[in-house]
């Protein structure tokens, strides 16, 4: 660690027994427990918000945050001296949560339900109207992601000679186009309906963010939390789950079951879950690769991507049937 980041810990009321490096920063064993220290480049107002809602998390004995930690000046974020900030956060040894383990995603589910309930109690504040605070209605970005499907699935067709990932893109396009037309139609019913209130969510929820402790689970970084529907939060988790396990049915009512019991879904919530997982995400993820990389060479993983949405799609749809 640099002479600058030595001088930046100094701000904080602790005594660092060991550094290393980890996601990106610096993970840190204190007299004070485990701490984060990492750059900040978002905005002072961004970080008042996201520090005053992760405290209606301190209720709840069986779900941790990161909280943020204060300077012994008694601020949010410390300054290099050079103008670069950043901030200090309580945090945790454990490891990720392992998606090869039914116990574990069943508590990591449990908690995603416990995390949205608390989040619902959350009083909004007229000076938390921030641009990162509102996301882009999820029928809108469907729409647009459709018309970027659209655009390259026009471009594929116009060549003469195709390899053999262009054929693969042509091979299901009909099909994935269809249901992401239906997708997008039936989200934007809803959302037209007005029969969704906007609550506040995670907003990058996987794997990577539920670290597995002793009697607790912690769900970590909310720098992208912001207004919208929850059930995204649920959607973005149990798709990562379920492509790892080729949709089994058995597995994916364990999750939503786990979920219900602590945060009932409403009839709406469930149409647009459904919704979430009709749109073929991994395959407009290839297009849109393929769109905007060098056109000329695709690795030979994003064949076997589209090749494995192939094998999967009968137990996809099997899924989509069960909570439809």
């Known amino acids: 660690m640099t002479e600058r980041y030595t001088e930046v810990l100094e701000l904080y009321d602790m005594k660092v027994l060991g550094?290393?490096?980890?996601?990106g920063a610096w993970i840190l064993d204190t007299?004070?427990?485990?701490?984060?220290?990492?750059e900040y480049r978002g905005t002072i107002r961004r970080l008042e918000f996201?520090?005053?809602?992760?405290?209606?998390?301190?209720?709840?004995?069986g779900l941790k945050a990161d909280q943020y930690v204060k300077t012994k000046e008694d601020a949010l974020f410390s300054d290099a001296g050079d103008g670069t900030r950043f901030v200090l956060k309580e945090w945790f040894g454990d490891r990720e949560c392992n998606l090869k383990e039914y116990s574990e995603i069943r508590s990591a589910v449990t908690r995603i339900g416990m995390l949205h309930q608390l989040l619902r109690r959350v009083e909004m504040k007229a000076d938390w109207n921030l641009g990162s605070m509102v996301a882009r209605p999820l029928a809108e970005e469907m729409a647009r992601h459709n018309r970027e499907m659209k655009r390259a699935r026009n471009f594929i067709s116009g060549k003469r000679s195709k390899s053999e990932f262009e054929l693969w893109i042509i091979g299901g396009h009909s099909m994935f186009f269809e249901q992401a037309l239906e997708a997008a139609a039936g989200l934007e019913e809803i959302e037209k309906s007005g029969g969704l209130d906007p609550f506040l969510l995670h907003g990058d929820l996987d794997q990577h963010h539920?670290?597995?402790?002793?009697?607790?689970?912690?769900?970590v970084e909310y720098n992208r939390m912001h207004l919208g529907l929850q059930t995204e939060d649920l959607y973005r988790f149990m798709r990562k789950v379920m492509e790892?396990?080729?949709?089994?049915?058995?597995?994916?009512?364990?999750?939503?079951?786990?979920?219900?019991?602590?945060?009932?879904m409403s009839e709406q919530e469930r149409k647009a879950l459904y919704c979430l997982f009709l749109y073929p995400e991994k395959y407009w993820k290839q297009l849109n690769y393929y769109y905007n990389?060098?056109?000329?060479?695709?690795?030979?993983?994003?064949?076997?991507?589209?090749?494995?949405l192939k094998e999967q799609e009968a137990s996809r749809q099997a899924f989509l049937r069960e909570i439809k």
């Open 293 to 308: 990389a060098n056109k000329a060479w695709i690795p030979a993983r994003n064949i076997d991507k589209l090749r494995a």
């Open 244 to 264: 790892k396990h080729n949709w089994n049915l058995r597995l994916g009512s364990m999750m939503l079951d786990a979920y219900e019991r602590i945060l009932p």
């Open 31 to 38: 007299d004070q427990g485990c701490r984060l220290l990492k």
């Open 210 to 219: 539920v670290l597995m402790g002793n009697h607790y689970v912690a769900i």
């Open 19 to 23: 550094i290393r490096r980890g996601r």
């Open 50 to 61: 996201e520090s005053e809602v992760l405290k209606v998390l301190e209720e709840c004995s």
